[in-house]
């Protein structure tokens, strides 16, 4: 038996509040927690009152998600949520053991116990609420608060989960319902990148980025941070960093744009793998057809991203071509196929062997000939583009995903972003 001598602070009424979050690859064993651990108390002996948020052990949510799968073929969404919100559990558990070795006055939370207040999407929920009295407390009394992330609860008292990456959703809604002076992501980079360096090995690493540009960036498939995460950071005002959990290195800063008035330049190439194409053809070319296509796959919260609509020479139908997340491909056939005789279509085809590249960057809005650099490039290289979208500061293309890899490292040139 052993008696614990715990750190106190004196005076908490002037410190800090700072919100650190640790990824799957940052927690992925004993070892690992308590490596982290350490960096945590790193934290309170500067004075900090410390908010963690963790996410699943790596590699925890796919083996809860194929429990389940083993289980039933059509598992009620909320006991879904159920299983895969365990994973989160055992993190901030095995963190708050390992932080009470150390001698930190610690306590484990859950989603429901905080409680973090979310609508009744399962799956992907999303957070209404943070009610901050039981955290407060916990901070008052000198603990370190450990959050399971990834997770709230529903107005019927049941569990959500807030979608893959939810973890990152977590810290960042903690961050501005306490007013943090900043918010860690720690992850197993050590920042973010113009690009995926397993891809393009002549990738940079960016000191700074813009809430705009890395919300573009994430929500074209840059994995480093969730896009929703990002979004609530913009809105909030957080101030976000990406460390690595692995290396004592500065890591990128996510800053507002009015602090970096006079880049001008190409930040980075995303990719996205999981994509899934699908065309409507012959459908009756009259008003509301495309309203009736989208609302009802808006009824499963289905994303659409990019959308082409051509019509014929006699202006009678039209085809309309649109992406979406693989994961839901499913979902939308059996939903559109439904809506066949109402909309009066021809035919429905679908493809999946389909990669989404996006070159994002505030030159896109200040700066001509951007677009002609990335289509002259991929012309050269004899890459054939399916779709094209565009926003301020972003293009994207659809292409085949047998030359995704050359997409990039070519891009990646012809913007000049090589090291």
């Not at 500067?46 to 796919?62: D, E, R």
């Not at 006991?79 to 932080?99: K, M, R």
């Not at 950071?233 to 009015?258: C, D, W």
């Not at 499913?330 to 999946?352: H, M, P, V, W």
Request: charged share 20%; with cysteine.
């Amino acid at each position: 038996m052993y008696v614990l001598s715990y750190i106190y602070i004196k005076d908490n009424r002037n410190l800090k509040i700072v919100v650190l979050k640790f990824g799957g690859t940052s927690v992925a064993d004993v070892p690992q927690i308590k490596k982290i651990a350490l960096k945590i108390k790193e934290e309170v002996e500067l004075g900090n009152k410390v908010i963690v948020v963790v996410s699943a052990m790596s590699g925890v949510t796919n083996n809860l998600i194929d429990l389940v799968k083993h289980t039933s073929d059509f598992p009620p969404y909320s006991e879904y949520d159920n299983v895969l919100s365990t994973g989160e559990q055992v993190t901030s558990a095995l963190l708050a053991i390992a932080l009470e070795r150390l001698n930190l006055r610690t306590r484990s939370w859950l989603g429901w116990q905080i409680p973090i207040v979310t609508d009744n999407t399962y799956g992907k929920s999303v957070i209404e609420k943070i009610e901050t009295d039981n955290i407060s407390t916990s901070l008052e009394h000198n603990e370190v608060a450990v959050v399971s992330g990834f997770q709230g609860v529903s107005s019927e008292n049941k569990i959500t989960t807030l979608g893959r990456g939810g973890s990152d959703t977590t810290a960042v809604a903690m961050a501005a319902a306490f007013s943090a002076d900043r918010c860690d992501i720690y992850t197993d980079v050590d920042g973010v990148y113009t690009t995926d360096p397993r891809i393009v090995k002549r990738a940079k690493k960016l000191d700074i980025i813009t809430y705009e540009e890395m919300l573009e960036l994430a929500s074209q498939g840059a994995k480093v941070l969730q896009a929703r995460s990002v979004a609530l950071a913009m809105k909030y005002g957080v101030n976000l960093r990406v460390l690595s959990s692995f290396e004592n290195l500065p890591g990128t800063s996510i800053i507002k744009e009015g602090n970096n008035m006079e880049k001008s330049e190409i930040s980075g190439i995303a990719h996205s793998l999981n994509e899934a194409k699908i065309t409507i053809s012959g459908v009756p070319d009259k008003p509301g057809q495309a309203a009736e296509i989208f609302g009802s796959l808006a009824q499963f919260s289905i994303n659409v991203d990019m959308i082409v609509q051509s019509s014929s020479i006699n202006q009678k139908a039209t085809d309309i071509t649109f992406t979406i997340p693989e994961t839901d491909l499913l979902t939308a056939e059996k939903t559109i196929k439904k809506i066949q005789k109402k909309i009066g279509f021809n035919k429905f085809t679908s493809e999946t062997n389909v990669v989404k590249i996006s070159v994002v960057g505030s030159a896109m809005r200040n700066q001509s000939g951007m677009a002609n650099i990335m289509f002259k490039t991929l012309a050269k290289n004899q890459i054939n583009i399916h779709v094209i979208s565009t926003s301020e500061i972003k293009i994207s293309v659809l292409i085949s995903s047998d030359y995704y890899e050359l997409a990039m490292r070519s891009l990646h040139s012809a913007f000049g972003l090589d090291i």
